[in-house]
């Protein structure tokens, strides 16, 4: 019985050839590794490894990141795209796969048989640098990712845990979007905590411009108070009390409980403003976003969400003896200054036409005016900016010490490891936390609030585009990653190599034994990849409908340092206390599995380009060992270097998604080009197969090209 490729170090067992001769010059397998392939299921299924490895660097940023934040965003209006995202890919996978295993050819040595030199590399090549840089900072947003999952599971100084309390700058502006309509516990917060403590904000002269907001907040209050009876006043100050202001600690779920019963009952008092806000929308046609009134509920819940999370800060702020209110405040700042610094840019691209028209110049007196009112709004807008990022977006330390931790195990096992240990590691910790993850969606299900029903799930397979662009373009961005991403299309041939399934097949010959070979194990190969498929689309429609029943009905969005806790909200109204305990062990096995695979994955890709543009001797085993050790240890060093510079992980992902999603048909361009021109005739697919895989690349072509149009025009 033939030993596993498991047992050899890296690459070992393979001869892996980077040339771009043509196919027959090139550099294939050793006679003796040949093996029959299996001939019953459990054989083949024993054969299996190279697409578990792929989805375990599949189920991480792409499922937990973008596919959840996508359902965030756009609801289930999208499910479509991101079920074709995942099941398109796999006819150009397994293409690319067909020539590696049958040539003994990487696939960048492939890539670059396609017509269009620029000197030694062509251009889907050049291409590929740039999106390799894109994906090498994606990675530096997925340590970050498992930096802030640790952080929150085992904190160190604490200050990670304490800063995301805090609402970031895009939710303050969320809250002040709509506090004109909405009645919420931080109204009641202005309205009973800051009265009856008597703080000294109104008796402040330097700080007026706090009061006289608080004072016009409180009116607002009061006059929506006045509507109700004395009875009811009294029982929602009674209920605010209970749910706000006793002892939070004591007991986390019974104060859950309390904030719920106190936001139904919000829900409840502002349903009139609700309903006369979405009959205002319909009457106003300006406005973009859907007037219908399921919207305004589902920005109701977030809204009150919201209230809860400026009510607590606040009163931390209080206690450690600062200025309460200051942070919404400081927000409002910003936003007057921006509006006061568009409106003098306003005033200038007004003169200059009026100046056009009339053909005659503006005075330089009333050029330079208009241009220091610019100046000094822009410089108003920086440091009120300034003021709420300091508060909002603080330096934390343990997000960083963990992630440097998961980088230096990273290290360890690249540099020391086996194909057995990725192999092996990946699918345990990616197969447990999907399961918890179905579990919760199916959980969800019989919940009233948060169940999709089965018409809503209908809706999303219906070709239909979100309410929104913001969703649209965040899905442009998760179809380049979820599934096969671009960097996995490449680097799955590489795991197909170093399984073993190239040097079993042989040196390629005319004789009909190869040939039989080379048929068995591209049956092995098609269930690797077809099982592989079935297990992160499964995984990714779950990811997907908890984001869009959950977080995009509390119209919460992942993003930023808050990334990691945003998405652990989705599992509460299933898990409840324990929720947070589940999904950060989940977080840290998925994210850390992905930055596991990817590395290993990019080390190997890597020495291949190097040998590609003809860096590197491509038949020198000794320097390729070297390159692969090398970069084990300078990729993952570079990607939490990235996190430390404060990138936003979710954008980092965002953007590598969008470079890949643009990539996605040169390399399905790729794939037809060498089935046409470098195919086995002995092992050609049937005709179907070239029909499926000339939709994929059609597929892949319009929505790279409209990912690259709409980014132009956007």
């Not at 999208?78 to 990487?106: D, M, N, P, S, Y």
């Not at 390799?132 to 498992?146: P, R, T, W």
């Amino acid at each position: 019985m033939t030993s596993s490729p498991s047992e050899d170090s890296p690459l070992k067992s393979t001869a892996l050839s980077a040339s771009d001769a043509p196919i027959s010059s090139t550099e294939t397998t050793s006679e003796s590794g040949l093996m029959d392939p299996p001939r019953n299921f459990f054989g083949t299924l024993r054969q299996l490894g190279p697409g578990l490895i792929i989805a375990g660097s599949i189920v991480g940023s792409g499922e937990l990141i973008a596919t959840t934040k996508t359902g965030a965003q756009a609801g289930m209006a999208l499910l479509w795209l991101i079920v074709i995202g995942c099941v398109i890919k796999v006819f150009v996978q397994i293409e690319l796969g067909r020539h590696a295993i049958t040539h003994g050819q990487t696939t960048l040595a492939a890539l670059n048989l396609v017509p269009g030199r620029i000197g030694r590399a062509n251009w889907i090549l050049w291409f590929w640098l740039v999106m390799m840089a894109a994906s090498i900072a994606q990675l530096g947003g997925i340590v970050g990712g498992v930096g802030q999952a640790l952080a929150l599971s085992f904190p160190l100084q604490g200050d990670y845990a304490r800063a995301i309390q805090t609402p970031s700058a895009s939710q303050l502006n969320q809250y002040l979007d709509w506090d004109e309509t909405f009645l919420t516990a931080y109204d009641l917060h202005l309205m009973y905590d800051v009265t009856e403590n008597n703080e000294p904000t109104s008796q402040s002269a330097e700080l007026k411009e706090v009061s006289d907001w608080v004072e016009t907040r409180q009116r607002g209050t009061i006059a929506r108070l006045e509507k109700l009876s004395p009875a009811e006043r009294a029982e929602l100050g009674d209920m605010y009390r209970v749910a706000m202001v006793e002892d939070q600690a004591s007991n986390p779920a019974a104060v859950e409980a309390h904030r719920e019963k106190l936001r139904q009952r919000l829900t409840e008092l502002n349903a009139d403003s609700l309903q006369q806000e979405a009959n205002r929308r319909v009457a106003n046609k300006s406005f973009k976003e859907s007037p219908s009134i399921e919207r305004l509920r589902r920005i109701d819940r977030g809204h009150a969400v919201l209230a809860e999370m400026l009510v607590d800060v606040d009163r931390i702020v209080s206690r450690e003896g600062g200025e309460s209110t200051s942070l919404l405040v400081g927000q409002h700042r910003v936003r007057l200054a921006e509006g006061i610094a568009k409106e003098a840019k306003q005033k200038l691209l007004l003169e200059e036409e009026l100046a056009a028209k009339q053909a005659s110049t503006i005075p330089v007196v009333r050029i330079d005016a208009l241009t220091m009112e610019i100046q000094k709004a822009e410089k108003l807008v920086a440091l009120h900016k300034e003021s709420v990022k300091s508060l909002t977006e603080p330096w934390t330390w343990d997000d960083k010490y963990w992630a440097a931790f998961a980088t230096f195990i990273t290290i360890a096992l690249l540099v020391n490891g086996r194909y057995g240990i990725i192999q092996n590691l990946s699918t345990v910790l990616v197969v447990g936390f999907t399961f918890v993850t179905i579990g919760n969606v199916i959980s969800l299900q019989t919940t009233p609030q948060w169940h999709v029903s089965a018409e809503t799930f209908l809706r999303g397979l219906s070709f239909r585009l979100p309410e929104t662009g913001n969703g649209l373009m965040m899905a442009l961005a998760t179809f380049g990653i979820i599934g096969v991403g671009a960097t996995e299309l490449i680097t799955y041939p590489y795991w197909c190599i170093e399984k073993g399934y190239a040097r079993h097949i042989g040196t390629r010959t005319e004789d009909e034994a190869w040939a039989a070979r080379a048929r068995g194990w591209m049956r092995v190969m098609h269930y690797d990849a077809f099982l592989s498929m079935v297990i992160y689309t499964v995984a990714t429609i779950a990811f997907f409908i908890m984001g869009a029943a959950v977080l995009y009905s509390e119209g919460r969005d992942p993003d930023g340092m808050r990334m990691v806790s945003t998405l652990a909200t989705a599992y509460v109204p299933v898990f409840g206390e324990y929720a947070k305990f589940l999904f950060l062990i989940g977080a840290v096995a998925v994210l850390y599995s992905t930055f596991l695979v990817a590395n290993a994955g990019h080390s190997r890709m890597i020495t291949d380009g190097i040998k590609v543009f003809g860096l590197m001797d491509p038949h020198n085993e000794k320097a390729h060992q070297w390159s692969i050790s090398i970069l084990c240890v300078l990729l993952p060093l570079i990607c939490l270097a990235i996190f430390c510079t404060g990138i936003n992980p979710v954008s980092a992902v965002a953007f590598a998604g969008l470079m890949q999603a643009t990539m996605l048909p040169m390399i399905g361009y790729a794939a037809l080009y060498l089935r046409r021109t470098a195919s086995d005739p002995r092992i050609s697919p049937p005709v179907w197969w070239d029909i499926l895989l000339f939709l994929s690349f059609i597929g892949l072509l319009i929505v790279g090209a409209y990912g690259v149009w709409s980014k132009v025009m956007g």
